[in-house]
C-alpha cells in the first residue's frame, strides 16, 4: 500500500487551505493509549489516521516497547559512560563520538533546560549498540519523520542527516525544561521513551502539553518504564521541575531518565 499521508502533506494543506487555522494542530486535544506491537504495525502499514491524529494534536502513548530490566540496565549503562568519561561537545561532524553534556540553564540555547544529555550515534558503540539495540522503535519513528529507516540508519557524516539517540537525565532538586514548541523542518514527531516512573523514581514533575485552553495535561501516571510518548513536535509541551523540594547531584543516578529519538543534519 502506498502512503497516502504524511506530516509534510497535512502542514502544506493546512498552510493552503486554512483548515487548521495554524491554531488546533499546535496544542494538545486527546490522549490514545495503544500496544507498542499495535501501533507499530499501524505506521507499517501506513495507517492514515496515525498521521492526522498526530496532526490533530492527539498525544499517543505506546504501552510494553521494551522490558523495564532492560531499559533499566540500559539507564544504567548510560550513567556509567557519564561518570567514567568528561562531559564533552562534538559538532555532527567525522566520526564524531558518543558524548555527554551538562545543561545547566544556559542561555546560548533558546530553550532553558537543567538537564545532562547523552548523544549516541550509529558509527559507535560505546557504551551501548542503542541504535541496534532499539531499531524495533527507532524504524517507527523514521517512518512517522519521513525517513527510509533502513538507509537513514547507516547514514554516516558523508550524508545531509543522521541518527541521534538522545538519553536526557533530569536531576532531582529541580531538573526541567521550559514550555516550548520544536520546529518540524527536519523531525515530523516527537519521540520520547520512559527510563524511570514518576511515583518511583521520583514524586513530582515531568513532561506536561498545553490545550488551547491553556490547561495542562500531565501524562507521566500513564507512563511506565519501557513506555514510548509520540506528538507532533509544535504541540506546546515542556517538563516540569522534578522533585524541587530535594537536593540536587549531577553525579547521581536519581532524578528523571528519557530516550529521544532524534535525526540530525551534519554540519
Ligand atoms: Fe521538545
Not at 76 to 103: D, M, R, W, Y
Not at 193 to 216: A, N, Q, R, V
Amino acid at each position: 500500500m502506498t502512503q497516502a499521508l504524511t506530516i509534510s502533506q497535512l502542514e502544506k494543506t493546512s498552510e493552503t487551505d486554512g483548515s487548521y487555522a495554524g491554531v488546533s494542530n499546535l496544542y494538545y486535544t486527546s490522549v490514545e493509549e495503544v500496544p507498542f506491537a499495535e501501533f507499530r504495525k499501524r505506521v507499517l502499514s501506513h495507517d492514515d489516521t496515525v498521521y492526522s491524529d498526530l496532526f490533530g494534536g492527539k498525544v499517543f502513548i505506546l504501552k510494553n516497547a521494551y522490558p523495564k530490566e532492560e531499559i533499566t540496565k540500559l539507564r544504567t549503562a548510560i550513567h556509567e559512560f557519564g561518570q567514567s568519561t568528561p562531559p564533552s561537545f562534538h559538532k555532527v561532524q567525522g566520526n564524531c563520538p558518543n558524548f555527554h553534556t551538562i545543561n545547566e540553564e544556559n542561555t546560548n540555547y533558546n530553550i532553558l533546560m537543567r538537564v545532562h544529555t547523552y548523544h549516541f550515534f550509529g558509527w559507535n558503540d560505546n557504551p551501548v549498540d542503542i541504535i541496534k539495540y532499539l531499531y524495533e522503535s527507532i524504524e517507527v519513528y523514521e517512518t512517522l519523520t519521513e525517513q527510509d529507516p533502513s538507509k537513514i540508519i547507516n547514514n554516516t557524516c558523508d550524508d545531509d542527516v543522521v541518527v541521534r539517540m538522545q538519553a536526557h537525565h533530569y536531576p532531582l532538586g529541580g531538573g526541567h525544561t521550559q514550555l516550548h514548541r520544536d520546529t518540524t523542518e527536519v523531525i515530523k514527531v516527537a519521540m520520547i521513551m520512559m527510563m524511570t516512573k514518576c511515583g518511583e523514581d521520583y514524586e513530582s514533575g515531568g513532561l506536561y502539553f498545553l490545550d488551547m485552553f491553556g490547561e495542562k495535561f500531565h501524562p507521566e501516571s500513564l507512563l511506565d518504564v519501557g513506555d514510548i510518548v509520540v506528538f507532533y513536535p509544535m504541540l506546546l509541551h515542556g517538563v516540569e521541575p522534578v522533585d524541587t523540594g530535594k537536593t540536587s547531584e549531577w553525579s547521581s543516578e536519581a532524578g528523571r531518565w528519557t530516550i529521544i529519538f532524534n535525526n540530525r543534519p551534519v554540519v
